[in-house]
């Protein structure tokens, strides 16, 4: 089946510092999201992104469709940017394959 | 605040019981889906359902069923439960089903989920 990979697995930050999450995928994509997993369990849209690069405040993210990647930074990192991030990939249907997640952990 | 809901949030109950989910999607969206997250599978999809109709299952067992009604809302079944159900669900919706060329009709967006404890 499709198959999504996050790394790393885990992310301690110091505020303020600058981090890169990347995703890699195993088949063509029609959906690529990225996703923020608060304490509370909500999951936040963070971009929708099957190509190209896009930019919303302190994140970005950036896939590159023919080499079957994605990266999502985060810059001048804050507490509550705590969390896991998700990275999904949706087939034809858009079912949703969901990565394992990256856990980062922003220390004041 | 997604514009999806669900109920209820938190549902505790004993194995072998039935217990029914609630979701109702974005105003205007006519893609409803169904996640799983469990600590030791991740997030899965088990099932999705397009303007009444079933689209496309994943790894929903048997004793799990789903449907979507007129009005858009979808319920979710489970039935026979065992410890191992206990998860959180979520229910997500889109506008389309992942067929559309316009942009974004195909992005998802997640309710808060019902968290699903079976003693």
């Known amino acids: 089946g499709i198959q999504v990979e996050q790394s790393p697995p885990d992310l301690i930050l110091q505020e303020g510092a600058n981090s890169t999450l990347r995703c890699n995928f195993s088949?063509?994509?029609?959906?690529l999201q990225w996703f923020h997993q608060n304490p509370w369990g909500q999951l936040i849209n963070l971009f929708y992104?099957?190509?190209g690069t896009k930019q919303n405040g302190r994140l970005s993210a950036t896939t590159v469709a023919t080499e079957r990647y994605s990266l999502l930074y985060i810059s001048s990192s804050q507490t509550t940017d705590s969390g896991v991030y998700f990275c999904a990939r949706g087939d034809g249907n858009n079912r949703l394959a969901f990565g394992k997640g990256n856990q980062v952990v922003v220390i004041p | 605040d997604s514009g999806v809901t669900q109920t209820p949030k938190h549902l505790i109950t004993a194995t072998g019981q039935r217990v029914t989910l609630r979701c109702s999607p974005r105003?205007?969206?006519?893609?409803v889906y169904w996640y799983q997250q469990s600590l030791d599978q991740g997030l899965q999809f088990l099932i999705q359902?397009?303007?009444?109709?079933?689209?496309a299952k994943g790894n929903i067992l048997e004793r799990f069923s789903a449907q979507q009604f007129p009005d858009l809302h979808s319920e979710l079944n489970l039935s026979s439960l065992e410890l191992g159900d206990s998860a959180l669900y979520f229910c997500a919706s889109s506008l389309q089903t992942g067929t559309s060329g316009r942009a974004k009709a195909n992005e998802q967006f997640f309710g808060p989920g019902t968290r699903l404890t079976v003693l």
């Open positions: 992104i099957p190509s």
């Open positions: 088949d063509s994509v029609n959906n």
């Open positions: 359902y397009y303007n009444g109709e079933e689209r």
């Open positions: 105003s205007g969206d006519l893609s």
